[in-house]
């Protein structure tokens, strides 16, 4: 007997019929203020977990943490099952905590010649009558790993060719359509912010458009997600310093990750709503026919732009998607990018930056989904001076401001691009895990995708 006990009060323990050693190991422990108990015996192991040591969303908090605490002693303790015990108040708790559980067991094994399977994974049981809500539980945590799995992988094997292959494989498990435009058609689009960018590359850009549109969708008018697809971003001649900068930026194209999981998620759950992505995508590289500075490139809309710093290349992809987007109508776009240093300088690892024109119903239903799911955000202003700083000399708009309030000004060049309602989502901080903490392992963390499905679930399951 494998079981993780959720209490409020230790008379509930007395109750549940667990072995009488147990509960009297149990007794002398409820008074210390740790998370949780842990009883190893021959009868089985018991985790106890006291609820309501937090309220609202940082107890969810919590709960998410200590089931990464117990899965990864479960796993040491070669544990196959465990069951969660709780009552009918506690449904939710039971599922923060078996979140927890299930995120931690993350694992990026391509590379390794021999590695621990999943199977070796302890399995985790919920009352049967919540088996409908966590098998959706499962998708989200399956659609983060899928975003982890993108940005974890180097850019040696993950082209920008290689990542739109990524997302039509995606289409085809969940159930969307993909289609991918190769250089030539980039070329005759005349996605300028792109093409230039790639300039330095050996390697072809990409842009893909997905397309989740089920028969019962109940919107005209879509959303379409946007990701910055930045395979790898050496800052090209503007070159950026190997370590602490560099050296992790695989994860340049976290953005488009974001938005290829959450497609991937939308459409595992079936959910009546109809979604697109766009990913353009290249490496920022300083080849011999790398973009300099200085150079006045021309965007898809026909907006001339003077390269100042080839290091600010996310914009300049995401131009040319946001432009494209305006031919789908959209009822709201979204972008998901990596885009600056700022976002991560003021918020660190702990939240991501918002900005955008979008009406404010729609921005604190984000951001309550955002709270939800502990991927939280705060929204920085769009004020017209960061706005005045990308105004060009000799061009429409430069690609560099002033750097103070870094995260605005790149959001004020976007937000040129766009005539729709919009949110940025600046992810730089937030993307990449340098160390692990909680349920979230080193390295790609896939923040956002789980903000982004609660989003949509809350609005269109069960419509
Ligand atoms: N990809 C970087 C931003 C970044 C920084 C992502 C840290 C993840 C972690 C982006 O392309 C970049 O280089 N931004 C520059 C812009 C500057 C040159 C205006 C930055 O923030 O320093
Ligand atoms: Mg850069
Ligand atoms: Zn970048």
Redesign the pocket.
């Known amino acids: 007997m494998n079981q993780i006990v959720l209490f409020q009060n230790i008379s509930e323990i007395a109750q549940l019929g667990l072995p009488e050693n147990v509960v009297k190991y149990f007794q002398t422990l409820v008074n210390d203020d740790k998370y949780g108990y842990d009883y190893f015996g021959f009868e089985g192991h018991f985790y106890l977990v006291k609820l309501g040591k937090l309220t609202g969303n940082a107890e969810a908090e919590r709960l998410r943490v200590e089931g990464s605490r117990i899965a990864k002693s479960a796993a040491d303790l070669k544990i196959t099952n465990l069951q969660v015990i709780y009552n009918g108040l506690q449904v939710d708790e039971a599922f923060f905590l078996a979140e927890g559980f299930l995120l931690s067991q993350y694992q990026y094994n391509r590379f390794k010649k021999s590695a621990v399977t999943n199977s070796q994974m302890p399995n985790l049981e919920l009352n049967s009558s919540e088996n409908a809500r966590f098998e959706t539980l499962k998708l989200i945590v399956q659609s983060v790993f899928k975003a982890r799995d993108l940005v974890n992988e180097p850019s040696n094997t993950l082209t920008a060719t290689a990542l739109a292959n990524a997302f039509e494989s995606l289409g085809k498990e969940a159930g969307f359509d993909t289609e991918i435009l190769g250089k030539a058609q980039i070329e005759s689009q005349k996605m300028g912010g792109l093409i230039a960018v790639n300039k330095g590359s050996q390697e072809p850009p990409s842009f893909t458009i997905m397309n989740y549109k089920p028969a019962n969708a109940v919107n005209s008018q879509p959303y379409v997600l946007v990701g910055k697809g ?1 395979v790898f ?1 050496t ?1 090209g001649l ?1 070159l ?1 310093p190997t370590p602490n900068s560099m050296d992790f ?1 695989k ?2 194209m976290a953005g488009s990750a974001v938005v290829g999981a959450v497609l991937y998620g939308v459409a595992k759950l079936k959910l009546p709503v109809w979604v697109m992505g766009l990913v353009p995508a290249t490496d920022n590289r300083p080849g011999e026919n790398a973009i300099c500075p200085g150079d006045i490139i021309t965007t898809l809309d026909g907006t001339t732009v003077e390269v100042l ?1 080839t ?4 914009r300049l992809i995401l131009c040319d998607a946001l432009s494209f987007a305006k031919k789908y109508d959209p009822s709201l776009v979204i972008d998901f990018a ?5 976002a ?1 300088g003021a918020l660190s690892s702990y939240g991501c930056a918002v900005m955008g024109t979008a009406a404010d119903s729609i921005k604190n239903e984000i951001k309550e989904s955002g709270e939800t799911v502990y991927e939280r955000m705060a929204e920085f202003p769009l004020w017209s001076e960061f706005g005045d700083e990308m105004k060009g000399e000799i061009s429409d708009l430069k690609n ?2 002033k750097g103070a309030g ?1 995260a605005q000004s ?1 959001a004020m060049f976007l937000k040129h691009f766009t005539a729709y309602q919009w949110l940025h989502f600046d992810i ?2 937030t ?2 895990a340098h160390a692990p903490k909680g349920y979230i392992g080193q390295g790609g963390t896939g923040f956002g995708v789980r903000m982004m499905l609660n989003y949509f679930l809350k609005k269109y399951n069960g419509k």
């Open positions: 930045v971003d800052g503007s950026k930026m994860c340049d710093n290091d600010a290349e996310g990596t885009l600056t240093g700022a991560a560099l401001g870094g790149a730089a901080g993307s990449f």
